[in-house]
């Protein structure tokens, strides 16, 4: 076995949702005879280094580590560590630095002068790329695109999810999983569900997660009685993809929607805005129903799954099916191994 390449992995928490998952999935998944990995983070976990969480000891850190470690890459995620990663790195005079970026920056400025000591940008799908790239990030010669990879695990029947849920059976069922924020604009989801039960009051509607507006949202939909179900975050994901007939996805703008993404595996169809990348994961009247960003379409397209489950069923097939093709957790690796492997002999030439 010849010498392994050394990467030092840098993210700011791992509760960070989808970027958390790609750094433990490469963590975990890499090829250990290939690669000898380090994950720094400011939260705890078993295999990761802990590094302050105020900015300036966070560097001083990061730059001693580095310059023990001596790696061969470093690859950041989330904005925060994005920028202390790449200037640790380039203060320790690392060979190779790389960003991953999962949505649009909010600091597009910073995120210039970022890339200009960055060797490549990874963007989640096409429409990120372009969109960063029309905002002057970087160059088209910085960015790889590596589409995000989920695991294809199994999920309990819709019956057995329902019982354990409290549900009947019998009762058509939206789920809405992730953070609520802005960008997911939870005014237009609580709109769409208003209109959604005006068509079929018996509807169930499912919210699981966090986020900066949840007690906001939670607060506004009382109107709903206990049409609305409240789930807080849960790590059994899989119970709510078999208890749901449709996903709903309000947002004015997403990279890839990991949550879509892992519903889409576990043969879920979804309603969703056509913004940024979810188009990627939502291929419209195949695996589910896009539409522009407005309650009366985003509603009508639920109902017209929720009364039809032969389509709903087809479209949930199909969902899985393309997951399965396109955003499989082993095609994920295996991409970002051959970016490293590119990267390391570049910088050895």
Do not use: W
């Not at 840098?10 to 998952?21: E, N, W, Y």
């Not at 890339?115 to 010669?141: E, T």
């Not at 949840?214 to 807080?232: E, H, I, Q």
């Amino acid at each position: 076995m010849g010498e392994r390449i050394r990467v030092m992995r840098v993210i700011t928490g791992l509760d960070a949702g989808g970027p958390a998952l790609q750094a433990v999935t490469l963590l975990d998944h890499l090829d250990p005879g290939r690669f000898e990995q380090r994950l720094y983070t400011t939260t705890m976990h078993e295999r990761a280094h802990t590094i302050p969480d105020d900015s300036p000891r966070a560097l001083a850190r990061l730059v001693r580590e580095m310059r023990r470690f001596r790696p061969d890459i470093v690859h950041t995620h989330t904005a925060r560590a994005g920028a202390l990663g790449r200037m640790a790195a380039t203060m320790a005079r690392v060979p190779a630095r790389v960003h991953t970026f999962d949505v649009h920056p909010r600091q597009a400025a910073v995120e210039r002068r970022l890339a200009r000591v960055s060797d490549r940008l990874i963007a989640d799908c096409a429409q990120v790329r372009d969109d960063l790239l029309a905002a002057g990030i970087g160059a088209p010669r910085q960015y790889a695109v590596v589409r995000p990879g989920v695991r294809m695990a199994g999920r309990p029947t819709r019956e057995v999810a329902r019982a354990r849920l409290g549900l009947p059976a019998d009762i058509p069922v939206v789920a809405f999983v992730g953070k609520v924020t802005k960008n997911r604009r939870p005014d237009r989801f609580l709109d769409t569900v208003a209109l959604v039960l005006r068509g079929l009051p018996m509807t169930k509607i499912l919210v699981c997660g966090g986020g900066d507006l949840a007690a906001d949202l939670r607060a506004k939909a009382v109107r709903f009685g206990d049409a609305v179900a409240y789930l807080s975050r849960r790590t059994d994901l899989e119970i709510i993809h078999a208890a749901a007939d449709v996903m709903l996805l309000t947002s004015d703008y997403e990279g890839i929607p990991l949550d879509l993404l892992k519903a889409a595996a576990s043969g879920v169809p979804a309603v969703a805005t056509r913004v940024g990348g979810v188009p990627e994961v939502v291929e419209d009247r195949v695996t589910g129903l896009l539409t522009d960003p407005d309650p009366g379409l985003l509603a009508a397209s639920v109902v017209r799954i929720l009364r039809d489950p032969g389509y709903a069923g087809r479209l949930g097939d199909a969902a899985a099916q393309r997951a399965g093709l396109y955003f499989g957790q082993s095609r994920f690796v295996d991409d970002v191994s051959a970016l490293y492997l590119r990267l390391y002999e570049e910088t050895r030439s």
